[in-house]
């Protein structure tokens, strides 16, 4: 495994053969961080996570080929450029299945530009100011980020703790950490650039 600062162990890109199976509801793609299983539903992306799901062992039984079909084929070409170390020009349509709170705040963190991050106390401000109200809990903006389906397209793990710490991320710190050194972030203080 890599330390911070150095080299990623695997190139970040996802391979033209990256493609392990397809599957009638999705796709497992591999990616320099591991398999990342994707789901669609009526044309647009509902779930993207590291690892695979108890479900996933279905999409090995390979049927159609999804790769062309979207959102798969813009969802691979995004990620090869996101793990490229570039900043993504390709749309992925989305759909979010979520509360009408976890809908605002996954929409609230596709704001966070490449390359920045946020802290969830600053979060939680641009929240509850769009819900009218000046605080809530911090506790529901922390669950709202953690049960984001569409990991690094909607990107939680730009949430960082008020300290500067990674804080938490359901995929694991090593992920977190990873995702942001592919776009930038360097050194043992999260918030200092390279």
Same mark, same amino acid.
Request: charged share 25%; glycine share 14%.
């Given at each position: 495994?890599?330390?911070?600062?150095?080299?990623? $162990?695997? $190139?970040?890109?996802?391979?033209?053969?990256?493609?392990?199976?397809?599957?009638?509801?999705?796709?497992?793609? $591999?990616?320099?961080?591991?398999?990342?299983?994707?789901?669609?539903?009526?044309?647009?992306?509902?779930?993207?996570?590291?690892?695979?799901?108890?479900?996933?062992?279905?999409?090995?039984?390979?049927?159609?080929?999804?790769?062309?079909?979207?959102?798969?084929?813009?969802?691979?070409?995004?990620?090869?450029?996101?793990?490229?170390?570039?900043?993504?020009?390709? $749309?992925?349509?989305?759909?979010?299945?979520?509360?009408?709170?976890?809908?605002?705040?996954?929409?609230?963190?596709?704001?966070?530009?490449?390359?920045?991050?946020?802290?969830?106390?600053?979060?939680?401000?641009?929240?509850?100011?769009?819900?009218?109200?000046?605080?809530?809990?911090?506790?529901?903006?922390?669950?709202?980020?953690?049960?984001?389906?569409?990991?690094?397209?909607?990107?939680?793990?730009?949430?960082?703790?008020?300290?500067?710490?990674?804080?938490?991320?359901?995929?694991?710190?090593?992920?977190?950490?990873?995702?942001?050194?592919?776009?930038?972030?360097?050194?043992?203080?999260?918030?200092?650039?390279?």
């Amino acid at each position: 495994m890599s330390q911070i600062g150095e080299k990623p $162990e695997v $190139e970040p890109e996802v391979k033209p053969g990256g493609l392990v199976s397809t599957g009638p509801k999705g796709l497992i793609l $591999e990616t320099p961080l591991g398999p990342m299983e994707a789901r669609a539903e009526a044309g647009a992306l509902v779930y993207l996570g590291f690892g695979l799901s108890a479900g996933a062992w279905g999409l090995r039984q390979s049927q159609a080929d999804l790769r062309e079909e979207q959102p798969f084929k813009s969802l691979w070409l995004w990620l090869r450029e996101y793990f490229a170390g570039k900043e993504p020009t390709i $749309e992925v349509k989305m759909s979010f299945k979520g509360t009408d709170f976890q809908k605002l705040v996954w929409r609230e963190l596709l704001k966070i530009p490449f390359g920045k991050v946020t802290s969830y106390g600053e979060l939680s401000k641009v929240v509850f100011k769009a819900l009218g109200r000046a605080t809530g809990s911090g506790r529901a903006i922390g669950q709202a980020v953690g049960r984001n389906p569409l990991a690094i397209l909607v990107p939680c793990h730009r949430v960082l703790a008020a300290s500067g710490q990674l804080g938490g991320y359901a995929s694991g710190l090593v992920n977190k950490k990873a995702l942001l050194e592919i776009e930038g972030w360097r050194g043992e203080n999260i918030l200092k650039r390279k």
